[in-house]
C-alpha cells in the first residue's frame, strides 16, 4: 500500500505524465508494486483532457484515429455530420482530436512511430473536404499541428510531462480564439492575433494605481488634495483651503497655512492623475509570490485564471509577431517567449496552490474554463462597456468582471462535481482504462493487486489516499466559494492580504537597517559608495558585516516582491523606472539611503508601504471584532513584538487543521468541512489583536548638509544671532587661503557644523568662529592651520554670508574639475543661452560687481531650484532678472542696481544655470588677466 500512496502522490504533485514517463524507467523501477511494472509493458498512457468536451469530441477523435490507421475520411465526415454541438465547437473538438491523434506521435522516441506521408495527407484531405469557420487561419494552425510546428508548440521525446501540459492548454487555447464567436473573447483574440493593436493596452489583472481611485471616493467629501514641499499627498478638507499649519507625516516640514495662505511649497496637486501603466507589468516571473486581488473585486482563483487565459493569449501572439508582444512588456525582455512561458508556469503553480488540488485537477480546471468561453453566449450576457483593445484602465477592469460573472463564476460554483465527472471520464476512456498506473491512481488496487490485504480497516483504499493539500491560498479559495467576505470578513481580508502582509514581520530589522545607516552617513557631505557590494566590502569587524548583509539581503527581498505594488498602490508616489526591475547586490547602493527623493524614495516608500499593511490589518481587526485599539508606537520604538507576524506553514496550516472536519462517504471517499468563524477567531486572538498602529513619524531619514533645509535653518539662526556680510576685501582674502577643492569643502563642512548649532541654541554674535568651533564645539581637530587661517576674520554673525561665500567657491571648483555641481537641479533650468544672449550678459558682467551677482544667484539654486516642487513655484519662463531681483529683495539687503537697469530681460529663468556659469568664466578670465 505505500507503494501505491507515493504513486498517487506523484501524480497528485506532477501529474499523470510524469508518473507514466517515469514507470517506464528502470532508475525508478522500485517506486511501483511488481504487478504494475508486468501490467504496465507495451501499454500506452495518453490522459486525454480534451474529454471535458463531452461525446460529441469523443466520437469526432475516435474517427480521427481510424482514419489515421486505414487512411480513409467518410467515418470522420460521418461523424462530423453525427455531432449535434455547433460549427465552431465541431472545428475545436477537431483541432484537438488532430493534436491527440497525430502531433503526439512525433513525442515517439521510435521514428517509426510518428506520423507517415499518407496519413497526413489523409486528415489534409478531411480539412480541404470540410468548411470549417475561420478557414484560412484555422487551415494554417491545422497544417501546423499536422507537421509538429511551431516549434514552440511541438511535441519532442524526453519531453519534460509538465511542458506537455502546458502545450496541450496552449492548443486548447488556441482552438477556442481561432473558432470562438464570442464577444467577450475579441481581446484575448486580439492579444493572439493582433497583439501589434495592443501595445498600449490595460492588459487583465495588472497591478493599478488605487490612489487615484482614493481621490474619487465620494466618502471624502469636498477634501482638496495637497503635496508637501517634498511630495506627499495629504487632504484639506471643509472649503479646501488651509486655515492651520502642521507637519507632513511623511517628512516633517510645515504644511498647511494661515487664512487660506498655504506655506511655501504646500501646493494643490491632481490626485486623480492615474499612475496605473498600460501593457504587461508583472516583470520577471520568479519574484511573483502568492497572487491577490486586493483591488479587484474578484476571487483569487478568478484573478489567477485570468491572468493564465492572458498570459497563453500572450504566448500565441508572441509566436506570430514576437516583436509586438515584446513591446507589450514592460521593462523589455530579449526573449518574450521564454519569459511568458515562465509567467503561464508560474500561474498554474499559484493556482495549484490557491485550488488546494492536484496538478491534474488543476489542469482539468482550466480545460474547464476554456470549454466555457467555447459555450453559447446568452442574450444580453456580454451587455457590458469594454473594448476589443482594453484602451482604458476601467474598460479593462469591466471586462475582468464580465469573465469572472459570466463564465469562472458559474464553473467554479459546481467545481467538485465538474472535476468528479470530467475524472470519470477520463477513467473510461477506453484508451487508457486499462492502464494499471492510471487503476493505480484513480480505481481500487486491492481488486488488481493479488499481493494487498483484502480484508483490513487500515489497508484499505480509503486511508491509503491523497487528501487535499491545506495551505492558505485552499483556504482563501474556500472562503471565496462560501461568500465569506460577509461572515469572515477579518479572515478575508487577511487572506487577500496574505502575500504581502506576511512581509510586515520584517519591519523592525529594516528599521534598523535604516538607522545604522544613517547613523553612519548623516550630515555627509556625500556618499561616495557605488553598489551594495561595495558597501560591505568595507564593513569591519565580519560581525557587524554579516549583520549589514543579513538586513539588507531582507530589504531586497521585500522589496523585489512589493516593487509592483509600490508604483501603483503606493501612498509616496514613486518614479516608475524605480520600481522596473528587481534589486540585488550590484544594485546602487543609495536605494538603501532612506531619503525624501531620488533613488532613497525606495527604502523610505517602502517602510511606509509595510506600515500601511499593518495598520490597515489592524484597522479592520477593530471594525468587526470588539478589538479597541488601545495605543500607537513610534517606528523608532518598533519590536518584534508589536507587529503581525507569522510563518504560514508552521502557524497557520495547525490553525486550519484544527478546525477541519471529515466524513467518510458511502462511496469511500472523504469529504472535508472548515469552521472558518473559529478559525477567524483563532488567528485575530493570536496574530492580530493587542498589535498596536504604527505612526510614520520618526521614521529614519538621511539628510546630507546639502541637503538641508537651509531656508528655515537661517530664519532660526537670524532669531538667535544678528547676521552680517562680509566686506570685499574680506571675500577676496578667504578666497585666496583657499586654493584646493578640498580646502573649500573642509571649510564648508566646519561652517555648517556651526550653522546647525547656532540655529538651535544661538550665541553671542561677536565670538569670533575660530574660538566658538575650538571650545564650544571642541572641533579642533577638524580646524587645520591654513582653514583657522581663512577663518580668523569671521565672527559668528559672519556665519551665513561665510556659507554663502564657500557653497559657491565649491561649485566654482567642481567646474574646474569638469563635474557638475547641479545635477540635482531640473533640467529645465539648464537651457543653454545663444550666443547674442552670453554676449548682452557679458556686457552687463563688465559694469557691475559680478563676484556680488555669482554668490547671490549661486544662493538661489541652493535655496530655492533643489526643491521637488520648484517648477511649481518658480515658473521656468519667468524672467531671471525679476525673479532674481525679487528674491534678493525678500532677504531684506540691498539689491545689485545694475541688476534692474542692465541686466538682459531676454534670458529667462530656464537659463540661470548656464548664466551662472558664463559669470564664472568671465570671473576667471578677469583673474588671470
Known amino acids: 500500500w505505500f507503494r501505491a500512496y507515493l504513486v498517487r502522490k506523484l501524480n497528485n504533485r506532477f501529474g499523470m505524465e510524469f508518473v507514466h514517463q517515469i514507470s517506464k524507467s528502470d532508475k525508478f523501477s522500485w517506486v511501483f508494486p511488481e504487478e504494475i511494472l508486468q501490467q504496465q509493458r507495451d501499454q500506452s498512457c495518453q490522459?486525454?483532457?480534451?474529454?471535458?468536451?463531452?461525446?460529441?469530441?469523443?466520437?469526432?477523435?475516435?474517427?480521427?484515429?481510424?482514419?489515421?490507421?486505414?487512411?480513409k475520411t467518410e467515418g470522420v465526415l460521418e461523424a462530423l455530420h453525427k455531432c449535434k454541438c455547433r460549427e465552431e465547437q465541431k472545428s475545436v473538438y477537431f483541432l484537438l482530436?488532430?493534436?491527440?491523434?497525430?502531433?503526439?506521435?512525433?513525442?515517439?522516441?521510435?521514428?517509426?512511430?510518428h506520423p507517415k506521408p499518407e496519413q497526413l495527407d489523409t486528415v489534409a484531405k478531411i480539412m480541404q473536404d470540410t468548411k470549417f469557420p475561420g478557414s484560412d487561419a484555422f487551415k494554417v494552425f491545422a497544417t501546423g499541428l499536422l507537421n509538429n510546428l511551431p516549434p514552440e508548440l511541438g511535441v519532442r521525446p524526453e519531453q519534460p510531462s509538465f511542458m506537455l501540459i502546458v502545450i496541450e492548454m496552449l492548443i486548447h487555447t488556441a482552438g477556442v480564439l481561432l473558432?470562438?464567436?464570442?464577444?467577450?473573447?475579441?481581446?484575448?483574440?486580439?492579444?493572439?492575433?493582433?497583439?501589434?493593436?495592443?501595445?498600449?493596452?490595460?492588459?487583465?489583472?495588472?497591478?493599478?494605481?488605487?490612489?487615484?481611485?482614493?481621490?474619487?471616493?465620494?466618502?471624502?467629501?469636498?477634501?482638496?488634495?495637497?503635496?508637501?514641499?517634498?511630495?506627499?499627498?495629504?487632504?484639506?478638507?471643509?472649503?479646501?483651503?488651509?486655515?492651520?499649519?502642521?507637519?507632513?507625516?511623511?517628512?516633517?516640514?510645515?504644511i498647511g497655512g494661515l487664512n487660506h495662505a498655504p506655506v511655501q511649497g504646500f501646493t494643490i496637486t491632481d490626485a486623480a492623475q492615474d499612475r496605473t501603466r498600460s501593457g504587461h507589468i508583472l516583470g520577471d516571473a520568479r519574484m511573483r509570490e502568492a497572487a491577490v486581488a486586493p483591488d479587484r473585486q474578484m476571487s483569487s482563483v478568478s484573478f489567477l485564471l485570468i491572468r493564465l487565459l492572458t498570459h497563453m493569449a500572450m504566448m500565441l501572439g508572441g509566436l506570430r509577431d514576437p516583436q509586438a508582444v515584446g513591446n507589450i512588456i514592460k521593462p523589455s525582455t530579449p526573449n518574450c517567449l521564454e519569459f511568458l512561458l515562465a509567467h503561464i508556469c508560474k500561474d498554474i503553480d499559484q493556482l495549484t496552490r490557491t485550488l488546494g488540488k492536484s496538478i491534474n485537477e488543476t489542469t482539468n480546471v482550466v480545460h474547464l474554463i476554456l470549454r466555457r468561453l467555447l459555450q453559447p453566449q446568452q442574450p444580453n450576457q456580454w451587455l457590458v462597456h469594454f473594448d476589443p483593445a482594453l484602451t482604458t484602465k476601467q474598460k479593462r477592469n469591466n471586462w475582468e468582471m464580465a469573465v469572472v460573472n459570466s463564465i469562472i463564476t458559474g464553473e467554479l460554483k459546481d467545481l467538485d462535481r465538474n472535476l468528479m465527472h470530467v475524472n470519470m471520464q477520463i477513467t473510461q476512456d477506453q484508451r487508457i482504462s486499462t492502464n494499471p498506473v492510471v487503476k493505480i491512481?484513480?480505481?481500487?488496487?486491492?481488486?488488481?493487486?493479488?499481493?494487498?490485504?483484502?480484508?483490513?480497516?487500515?489497508?484499505?483504499?480509503?486511508?491509503?489516499?491523497?487528501?487535499?493539500?491545506?495551505?492558505?491560498?485552499?483556504?482563501?479559495?474556500?472562503?471565496?466559494?462560501?461568500?465569506?467576505?460577509?461572515?469572515?470578513?477579518?479572515?478575508?481580508?487577511?487572506?487577500?492580504?496574505?502575500?504581502?502582509?506576511?512581509?510586515?514581520?520584517?519591519?523592525?530589522?529594516?528599521?534598523?537597517?535604516?538607522?545604522?545607516?544613517?547613523?553612519?552617513?548623516?550630515?555627509?557631505?556625500?556618499?561616495k559608495i557605488g553598489r551594495i557590494a561595495d558597501f560591505l566590502l568595507d564593513i569591519k569587524p565580519d560581525s557587524v558585516k554579516q549583520t549589514f548583509q543579513n538586513r539588507i539581503q531582507l530589504f531586497l527581498r521585500c522589496w523585489n516582491h512589493l516593487r509592483t505594488s509600490l508604483a501603483t498602490n503606493g501612498e509616496i508616489k514613486i518614479p516608475q523606472d524605480y520600481c522596473a526591475e528587481d534589486l540585488g547586490f550590484n544594485s546602487d547602493f543609495s536605494i538603501l539611503l532612506p531619503r525624501r527623493h531620488g533613488l532613497g524614495l525606495c527604502s523610505t516608500a517602502l517602510i511606509s508601504y509595510l506600515i500601511s499593511l499593518h495598520n490597515d490589518m489592524v484597522y479592520a481587526v477593530e471594525k468587526y471584532t470588539t478589538t479597541f485599539i488601545k495605543y500607537s508606537i513610534n517606528p523608532s520604538d518598533l519590536a518584534e513584538l508589536h507587529v503581525i507576524k507569522y510563518d504560514a506553514e508552521q502557524d497557520m496550516v495547525p490553525v486550519i487543521l484544527s478546525n477541519c472536519q471529515y466524513s467518510l462517504e458511502s462511496k469511500g471517499e472523504t469529504l472535508q468541512d472548515f469552521n472558518l468563524e473559529k478559525i477567524e477567531q483563532q488567528i485575530c486572538s493570536r496574530f492580530l489583536q493587542g498589535k498596536p498602529l504604527i505612526?510614520?513619524?520618526?521614521?529614519?531619514?538621511?539628510?546630507?548638509?546639502?541637503?538641508?533645509?537651509?531656508?528655515?535653518?537661517?530664519?532660526?539662526?537670524?532669531?538667535?544671532?544678528?547676521?552680517?556680510?562680509?566686506?570685499?576685501?574680506?571675500?577676496?582674502?578667504?578666497?585666496?587661503?583657499?586654493?584646493?577643492?578640498?580646502?573649500?569643502?573642509?571649510?564648508?563642512?566646519?561652517?555648517?557644523?556651526?550653522?546647525?548649532?547656532?540655529?538651535?541654541?544661538?550665541?553671542?554674535?561677536?565670538?569670533?568662529?575660530?574660538?566658538?568651533?575650538?571650545?564650544?564645539?571642541?572641533m579642533e581637530d577638524q580646524v587645520t592651520q591654513h582653514i583657522e587661517k581663512a577663518l580668523s576674520r569671521c565672527s559668528l554673525k559672519h556665519s551665513i554670508a561665510?556659507?554663502?561665500?564657500?557653497?559657491?567657491?565649491?561649485?566654482?571648483?567642481?567646474l574646474r574639475l569638469k563635474r557638475d555641481p547641479f545635477d540635482d537641479i531640473s533640467p529645465n533650468y539648464k537651457k543653454e543661452l545663444k550666443p547674442e544672449?552670453?554676449?548682452?550678459?557679458?556686457?552687463?558682467?563688465?559694469?557691475?560687481?559680478?563676484?556680488?551677482?555669482?554668490?547671490?544667484?549661486?544662493?538661489?539654486?541652493?535655496?530655492?531650484?533643489?526643491?521637488?516642487?520648484?517648477?511649481?513655484?518658480?515658473?521656468?519662463?519667468?524672467?531671471?532678472?525679476?525673479?532674481?531681483?525679487?528674491?534678493?529683495?525678500?532677504?531684506?539687503?540691498?539689491?545689485?542696481?545694475?541688476?534692474?537697469?542692465?541686466?538682459?530681460?531676454?534670458?529667462?529663468?530656464?537659463q540661470c544655470i548656464p548664466a551662472w556659469k558664463v559669470a564664472v568664466a568671465f570671473k576667471q578670465d578677469r583673474l588671470q588677466r
Open 441 to 527: 491512481v484513480y480505481g481500487d488496487p486491492k481488486t488488481f493487486l493479488s499481493n494487498l490485504p483484502q480484508q483490513s480497516a487500515l489497508h484499505c483504499n480509503t486511508v491509503w489516499s491523497c487528501r487535499e493539500r491545506i495551505s492558505l491560498e485552499y483556504l482563501a479559495h474556500l472562503v471565496e466559494q462560501k461568500e465569506g467576505k460577509d461572515t469572515v470578513p477579518v479572515l478575508w481580508k487577511f487572506l487577500q492580504k496574505d502575500s504581502e502582509l506576511r512581509f510586515v514581520q520584517f519591519l523592525p530589522e529594516l528599521l534598523a537597517l535604516q538607522r545604522d545607516l544613517v547613523k553612519r552617513f548623516q550630515n555627509v557631505s556625500d556618499v
Open 179 to 254: 473558432c470562438g464567436t464570442s464577444h467577450i473573447l475579441t481581446p484575448l483574440k486580439n492579444l493572439a492575433f493582433s497583439p501589434a493593436n495592443m501595445e498600449n493596452s490595460y492588459l487583465p489583472t495588472m497591478p493599478e494605481d488605487m490612489l487615484a481611485e482614493a481621490a474619487k471616493w465620494q466618502a471624502l467629501g469636498n477634501l482638496r488634495w495637497y503635496v508637501c514641499p517634498n511630495g506627499h499627498p495629504c487632504t484639506v478638507g471643509e472649503c479646501g483651503q488651509p486655515m492651520e499649519r502642521s507637519r507632513c507625516v511623511d517628512c516633517g516640514v510645515d
Open 695 to 778: 505612526t510614520l513619524t520618526g521614521i529614519p531619514t538621511l539628510v546630507y548638509r546639502q541637503d538641508r533645509n537651509y531656508e528655515n535653518m537661517f530664519k532660526d539662526l537670524k532669531a538667535k544671532v544678528d547676521q552680517e556680510s562680509l566686506p570685499n576685501s574680506v571675500l577676496s582674502l578667504i578666497s585666496g587661503e583657499l586654493h584646493s577643492y578640498s580646502d573649500v569643502c573642509e571649510s564648508l563642512s566646519v561652517v555648517e557644523v556651526t550653522l546647525g548649532f547656532l540655529a538651535m541654541a544661538g550665541g553671542d554674535s561677536n565670538i569670533p568662529l575660530v574660538e566658538y568651533v575650538k571650545k564650544d564645539l571642541r
Open 47 to 71: 490522459i486525454d483532457r480534451f474529454l471535458v468536451h463531452g461525446d460529441d469530441y469523443r466520437l469526432l477523435r475516435d474517427e480521427l484515429a481510424k482514419a489515421v490507421i486505414e487512411c
Open 802 to 814: 561665510l556659507w554663502q561665500l564657500l557653497s559657491s567657491r565649491k561649485s566654482e571648483s567642481m
Open 837 to 910: 544672449q552670453q554676449r548682452s550678459l557679458n556686457t552687463f558682467l563688465s559694469q557691475t560687481g559680478f563676484d556680488t551677482f555669482i554668490l547671490e544667484l549661486h544662493e538661489m539654486f541652493i535655496m530655492k531650484l533643489k526643491n521637488i516642487q520648484s517648477i511649481k513655484d518658480f515658473n521656468p519662463c519667468w524672467s531671471l532678472r525679476e525673479t532674481l531681483f525679487s528674491y534678493i529683495e525678500g532677504k531684506g539687503v540691498d539689491v545689485l542696481p545694475e541688476l534692474v537697469d542692465t541686466f538682459p530681460e531676454e534670458i529667462l529663468l530656464s
Open 97 to 113: 482530436a488532430v493534436f491527440r491523434e497525430v502531433t503526439v506521435l512525433y513525442g515517439s522516441k521510435n521514428t517509426a512511430a
